[in-house]
């Protein structure tokens, strides 16, 4: 049976739940078409979090891979559409690591994009009513570091993959306690991604609309 | 039996939905201690909205009123502290009307404040896991035109009576056509609304918590 | 000779500026028609502030009245329409006051409104290239408090006199600070207030644009 | 004689001026230490925006090239980390082409980062007393293409020189038209750029402080 990886991150910068692992934990064994999700939860730690995902990787050998993480101060669900081998954290990660400008692979490229169908991802969220956007960075924290660790991986894979990094809003839980952030209810983003989910796996070459900024 | 009468608005600003009328009708005929719930849709027009809601009080003889209305681009669900006493449109209405600077009572007060314990109903929703906070606007449109006529004519009821506005983000489904905008789940809502109408009942003398703004 | 009062803040809430009064003592003497500016500083404290700004008042007896305060977060010139009958403070005040939901005038009417030719006075900014807008709140901290005693005081006083409250964006130097905050420079700022001066003295009645907001 | 190039580009989007126009012609022929600037205005229209920079740059064979770009909306002098090698149009550019995921440079590197010292960039700038920060993305329209154009031919110059591309607010006169808009004036972004060019200049390797985002 074929396998969708999707994975999520432990709570981190004092917060009690992490959205992308709530989010992910619920599609655990969900069949989309002929494949089956298989989950795995991160680490927020630079250097394991990316070691982790990669061992899920090899043991799945999945047709696609959604690393999932939380955007608190985001309204819509970010399909990212690249990373930067760059970490640069404005806080400790949960080890107390706090590199600055420090490449994440030495010697890597300086980014690789996301080898989702982004642009159908989006369309067929916002038509399932789920507020979605491409984004135009992941930052320079854990989750951009597990965006680039896959997709440096994924590079060198030796079977038919594609992956790439999602961003969720706050929970609506998180959101009560933090002044003027937006949220978004679980159910929302598991409509939305079920929509995604199923355009990635339709769609071979990606549509063209724009989802781009202009700054 | 007692009642607690609830109000939505009819969609306006070229949106198909209000959230405020899809959460208030979710609410119909729903019970709160020995209390029942009941419901009026008022159209988004000056001057009409106002004497539909008040004829609902006047039908209904309410212990509490919770006057909803949608608040595009907030994160939070809104509870108004204060209606003044000035209609100023940026967008007509839904008869074409556009006031600028216009008192909506003529020789009214310069304003009412709402007569909710909001600070309790805040914690309340807060609790609850949802975002809630008290706002210090209610704008110049239709939905401070519906507060504003409320507790003007409150000021004169001959029975117990509470009452305020309550403004909620957008529905997910509009958020998904508004870039940037941030939106919340009925379901968020409705967690919330039944929090806050349990503090509501339950709530005397309002707690002192502050709910203030700088500026 | 006839007099132009302008008021500004001394710095609060860990601030070393308070911009509000280094644009205040700029204007000091300055001239505009038969008008010269009178300046007073407030203290950032509940009480204190009115009582001076009444005082300087009553000395100088002016024709127009411009309270200055700093909106942090701002990111243009507001003009405030209303102040409420309220004091609910987010943070202490310079005595380390912090009031909850307690009127500013006891038995006070809820609110005053501006008696300043608002649209007519951002028009005139505007015209000048400099970003300003009306704001439906003034909070309900110190700038709010000072707005109300001020527009008590005046709906009583025996000459004509107009008067009202700006609030203006942090300086650059308190941005640089501040992730994300807007500023506005200290020439700006002046140009606007300008403009807006002699269109406060060249409006006998305000005009009829609309400076609303829907929520 | 050495020399440093400023860029700015023409106006777009329906605007009047772009300030970074506006400001790089300020700094025509300004001494910096023992450097000389040289100014170029772009047309705002992919490829051939790339083209008349690299012209100049050949021309001049300047030690410090800085390009600079409108960002409405933004409220800092943001110092751009990295330019990807897509085009992604929200709007059309003044030729009237509007690009969807098109590489700029076909079988080109994914990205390339700015080879300036960027945290001493900044962080002379906020002692300056000038809002500015690192960011991590320039967008996908002409200003990243200008940016990564750049930079993929600086990485082959014969020559030492660093590069890379910085982002203004809006003048206050455009954001007087734009609701909600942020601003810098001229001369606090001229402020802010002198101590920007300054440390340059005086930076042979970059200072440790973070500018990371984590989302």
């Given at each position: 049976m074929k396998t969708i990886l999707i994975t999520g991150i432990e709570p981190f910068d004092?917060?009690?739940?992490n959205p992308s692992w709530e989010i992910a934990r619920q599609l655990q064994r969900r069949q989309f078409g002929d494949a089956q999700v298989a989950t795995c939860r991160l680490p927020c730690v630079f250097g394991l979090a990316a070691e982790r995902l990669i061992e899920a990787v090899v043991v799945h050998r999945p047709l696609l891979v959604l690393a999932l993480g939380q955007a608190g101060g985001r309204s819509k669900v970010s399909l990212e559409r690249v990373a930067i081998n760059i970490d640069d954290a404005r806080i400790p990660d949960n080890h107390g690591e706090q590199p600055i400008?420090?490449?994440?692979?030495?010697?890597?490229?300086a980014a690789y994009f996301s080898t989702l169908p982004l642009k159908a991802m989006v369309q067929a969220m916002v038509k399932a009513g789920v507020p979605a956007e491409v984004s135009q960075t992941a930052g320079t924290f854990v989750c951009n570091h597990i965006m680039y660790g896959l997709l440096h991986f994924l590079a060198r894979a030796d079977w038919p993959v594609r992956g790439g990094f999602i961003h969720v809003p706050y929970l609506p839980s998180q959101a009560a306690a933090h002044p003027g952030a937006p949220s978004m209810a679980t159910a929302t983003v598991l409509a939305g991604l079920e929509a995604a989910i199923m355009a990635a796996l339709n769609t071979e070459r990606d549509i063209a609309v724009t989802g781009g900024a202009v700054s």
């Open positions: 004092n917060q009690a739940v400008d420090r490449p994440i692979i030495s010697g890597g490229p």
